[in-house]
């Protein structure tokens, strides 16, 4: 496993971002985050159940000499042994959507959702698929899914993965996703909110596109379009359905903060949920803040899901909502 020297971390990663997180979190953990910065992050993927099955996959890999391990806490998850991205990417397997490479954290906000069969489910700002095949998949391609994303040259990436994993439950919409809400209130049964975010949870000095257009305040910018986007996820649910909003960011602004300014305002009565994903362990994997700095939010933020950088995982947050 590829592995810079520590002085490239505070070289290239943006020195206000570090300092965030020097506030946030204990000194342990910010060390195992400035750590996973400087390490090059294993490749991981998910079956496809629309197309294939565990066993022709895992043939295929073994007859093709891929080294990989099953992921426990993740069904239908991968991790590559060694640095086979690229080559496993020119499979008949990949080529062919039988397989998805995606972040193992990216894969958990849909597993909090939790959609069943035959449900009605949101995916705003859906680009460029990567949840909205994985949702398609596990409710079998019954029910209706709309996804929903803004921008032109993202959502034509997401038709593209849409068709290529063979998903035709979902109906893709090119619109701002507080407009298209507007008439879908109390419609969906679930909604997933993977909000447009600073990214700071991306951070690996191997990828200059993860922190190379990261700027100051560029958390505050993101949480008052997280919030608007939020509102909209909550009126389009029904009563009692769920909404899971996520992000790839690990400060408190675009997290904690969005969810707790909903509930300070009383404008949607609201429920936070505990998130149970069997055998998810680690010291990568922390509860949300109730305190962050001077903020002080709601004790009903411990339940959300905090995942920090590893050598496998991207920094995340995840809640669950309950509409009551």
Same mark, same amino acid.
């Given at each position: 496993m590829a592995m810079r020297p520590i002085g490239d971390v505070y070289k290239l990663i943006p020195g206000d971002a570090l300092a965030v997180f020097k506030e946030l979190f204990s000194p342990v953990q910010y060390d195992?985050?400035?750590?996973? %910065?400087?390490? &090059?992050?294993?490749?991981? %993927?998910?079956?496809?159940?629309?197309?294939?099955?565990?066993?022709?996959?895992?043939?295929?890999?073994?007859?093709?000499?891929?080294?990989?391990? &099953?992921?426990n806490f993740i069904d239908n998850a991968f991790i590559l042994e060694k640095k086979?991205?690229?080559?496993?990417?020119? *499979?008949?397997?990949?080529?062919? /959507?039988?397989?998805?490479?995606? *972040?193992?954290?990216?894969m958990l906000p !849909?597993?909090?959702?939790?959609? &069943?069969?035959? &449900?009605?489910?949101?995916?705003?700002?859906?680009? !460029?698929?990567?949840?909205?095949?994985?949702?398609?998949?596990?409710?079998?391609?019954? /029910?209706?899914?709309?996804?929903v994303e803004p921008n032109f040259i993202r959502i034509e990436r997401l038709r593209h993965n849409i068709n290529?994993?063979?998903?035709?439950?979902? *109906?893709?919409?090119?619109?701002? /996703?507080?407009? %298209?809400?507007?008439?879908?209130?109390?419609?969906?049964?679930?909604?997933?909110?993977?909000?447009?975010?600073? /990214?700071?949870?991306r951070f690996n000095i191997y990828d200059r596109k993860s922190y190379g257009n990261w700027r100051k305040n560029m958390a505050e910018r993101c949480s008052n379009i997280q919030k608007k986007l939020l509102r909209s996820a909550l009126t389009s649910v029904k009563p009692g359905g769920t909404v899971v909003y996520s992000t790839c960011a690990i400060n408190d602004v675009e997290n904690e903060g969005v969810v707790n300014s909903i509930l300070e305002s009383g404008d949607f009565k609201i429920e936070i949920e505990n998130i149970n994903i069997p055998r998810l362990e680690g010291d990568y994997v922390t509860e949300g803040l109730a305190r962050a700095k001077e903020n002080k939010y709601s004790r009903d933020?411990?339940?959300?899901?905090?995942?920090?950088?590893?050598?496998?995982?991207?920094?995340f947050f995840v809640c669950k909502i309950k509409k009551v």
């Amino acid at each position: 496993m590829a592995m810079r020297p520590i002085g490239d971390v505070y070289k290239l990663i943006p020195g206000d971002a570090l300092a965030v997180f020097k506030e946030l979190f204990s000194p342990v953990q910010y060390d195992k985050i400035i750590q996973s %910065f400087r390490i &090059e992050r294993r490749t991981t %993927f998910r079956l496809n159940t629309l197309k294939s099955t565990k066993r022709e996959v895992m043939d295929y890999l073994r007859n093709n000499k891929f080294k990989f391990q &099953e992921i426990n806490f993740i069904d239908n998850a991968f991790i590559l042994e060694k640095k086979d991205g690229i080559k496993l990417l020119k *499979t008949d397997l990949a080529v062919s /959507g039988k397989i998805y490479l995606q *972040t193992l954290s990216s894969m958990l906000p !849909p597993i909090a959702l939790g959609a &069943e069969q035959n &449900e009605r489910i949101l995916d705003l700002a859906s680009a !460029p698929g990567s949840k909205t095949t994985q949702i398609a998949a596990l409710m079998n391609n019954t /029910g209706i899914i709309d996804a929903v994303e803004p921008n032109f040259i993202r959502i034509e990436r997401l038709r593209h993965n849409i068709n290529l994993l063979g998903v035709t439950n979902t *109906t893709v919409t090119q619109a701002d /996703g507080n407009k %298209f809400c507007v008439e879908k209130a109390n419609y969906y049964d679930r909604v997933l909110l993977d909000a447009p975010c600073s /990214g700071d949870g991306r951070f690996n000095i191997y990828d200059r596109k993860s922190y190379g257009n990261w700027r100051k305040n560029m958390a505050e910018r993101c949480s008052n379009i997280q919030k608007k986007l939020l509102r909209s996820a909550l009126t389009s649910v029904k009563p009692g359905g769920t909404v899971v909003y996520s992000t790839c960011a690990i400060n408190d602004v675009e997290n904690e903060g969005v969810v707790n300014s909903i509930l300070e305002s009383g404008d949607f009565k609201i429920e936070i949920e505990n998130i149970n994903i069997p055998r998810l362990e680690g010291d990568y994997v922390t509860e949300g803040l109730a305190r962050a700095k001077e903020n002080k939010y709601s004790r009903d933020m411990r339940k959300c899901l905090r995942i920090l950088p590893s050598n496998i995982m991207e920094g995340f947050f995840v809640c669950k909502i309950k509409k009551v």
